[in-house]
Structures are given as structure tokens and as C-alpha cells.
């Protein structure tokens, strides 16, 4: 079975900080792995996914993330944050590509200070 | 497109009542799925609808949750009884096919039983 470790439930930042969210997954299989978040009082929108091919993968609003096979990890980053970033963020993987078995993280909060 | 549907946004209903919620998928998606949201156990997914059958029901919490899909367009989440633990936000999301394409999540239902 497929799991997610988000290592940090909460992450605070100045605006204009590197973000870093961290990710590690553990799967049997080779994972698609994604990255949603979550404004307060909202649904999860998509960030950004890895399913095959280049391992740097950009994704919306400056977001990127790096798959790495060794590590198992697939940590998020932000070269300035924003304002507007603030909100949750979760990481999930699923086994085979298929959106059913998706399995989420328990969220990382960022907060980002003026 | 309106995007996932969700309603109602809030509902608060006394224990023991039946509560149904529901969800209205973007259309020509095939793929729909219910999920929970509570701060103990993060996001959980309950069911799994792929062409309007439930592929995958094992994470229904129980004898008292049930969820139809009549058709393409409209899915419900029911509780009977309800009870104070049932308190989460309940999430609806499709997706176009199930091959590890985007995830398209509703707004939520705040569940509150008191």
C-alpha cells in the first residue's frame, strides 16, 4: 500500500522567502504524485503532478516540485512567497495512475508573515 | 464550466437525523469520487464511482453511510442516523477519466451534528 508523509504540519514564512513544503511518499509501484492546496473554506485545487518523464515539474502560482526516485520525496517550492500562498497544502500519490487510489498526506499549513 | 457542484455548503442537524448530501459532477466527467475531511484522520475517501457504479465502497465508515449515482449528473452522500462524530467536511470531486488525470474538487460540505 502506498503511503505520504508531509514532515511539518505547519510551515511559517516572511513574503519574499524560499518556501519549502516537504514530501515523502512510500509506494511498490512507480507513484504519480501531486500536489493540491487549499484555501480556507475551499475545495483542494491542482498544484502540480508527476507522472512520468521530466522530474522537475512546474505547476501554477511560481509552484514547483522535484521528483526524486532515491529520496522518495517530492518536495514543493516557491522562490518568493506571496501573500496569497497562505493556505494548506497536500501532497498525495496514487498506485497505477489512477485518480481512485489517490492517497493523501495530512496537509502542511503555511502561513506567510508580512 | 460551473465545476463541481456541492450543496448544501452547511448543514447542522440534530443526532440521529438523516442528512443527505449532494454533488454535482462537471459534466462529461466519468469518474466520481466522495471524500471526508476531519482534523484526526485528514482526507479519507468513502467512495468511488466510475460510469455511475461504485467501484470501490470500502471506506464508507459504516452500515449508516450510503451513496447513489442515478446518473452522470448527480450523486448523493446519505447519513442515517447521524451522529456527532459524522461532524467533517465532506468533499465530492471527478475527474474525466481514471488514469491519474486531474482530480476537480466541489467546494464542500461542513457537516456539523449536534
Known amino acids: 500500500a502506498q503511503s505520504v508523509t508531509q514532515l511539518g504540519s505547519h510551515v511559517s514564512v516572511s513574503e519574499g522567502a524560499l518556501v519549502l513544503l516537504r514530501c515523502n511518499y512510500s509506494s511498490s509501484v512507480p507513484p504519480y504524485l501531486f500536489w493540491y492546496v487549499q484555501y480556507p473554506n475551499q475545495g483542494l485545487q491542482l498544484l502540480l503532478k508527476?507522472?512520468?518523464?521530466?522530474?522537475l515539474v512546474k505547476g501554477i502560482n511560481g509552484f514547483e516540485a522535484e521528483f526524486k526516485k532515491s529520496e522518495t520525496s517530492f518536495h514543493l517550492t516557491k522562490p518568493s512567497a506571496h501573500m496569497s500562498d497562505a493556505a494548506e497544502y497536500f501532497c498525495a500519490v496514487s498506485v497505477g495512475g489512477s485518480n481512485y487510489k489517490l492517497t493523501f498526506g495530512k496537509g502542511t499549513l503555511l502561513t506567510v508573515n508580512p | 464550466d460551473a465545476g463541481v457542484i456541492q450543496s448544501p455548503r452547511h448543514e447542522v442537524t440534530e443526532m440521529g437525523q438523516e442528512v443527505t448530501l449532494r454533488c454535482k459532477p462537471i459534466s462529461g466527467h466519468n469518474s466520481l469520487f466522495w471524500y471526508r475531511q476531519t482534523m484526526m484522520r485528514g482526507l479519507e475517501l468513502l467512495i468511488y464511482f466510475n460510469n455511475n457504479v461504485p467501484i470501490d465502497d470500502s471506506g464508507m465508515p459504516e452500515d449508516r453511510f450510503s451513496a447513489k449515482m442515478p446518473n452522470a449528473s448527480f450523486s448523493t452522500l446519505k447519513i442515517q442516523p447521524s451522529e456527532p462524530r459524522d461532524s467533517a467536511v465532506y468533499f465530492c470531486?471527478?475527474?474525466?477519466?481514471?488514469?491519474?488525470?486531474?482530480?476537480?474538487f466541489g467546494q464542500g460540505t461542513r457537516l456539523t451534528v449536534v
Open positions: 508527476y507522472t512520468t518523464g521530466a522530474t
Open positions: 470531486a471527478s475527474s474525466s477519466d481514471d488514469r491519474g488525470i486531474e482530480a476537480f
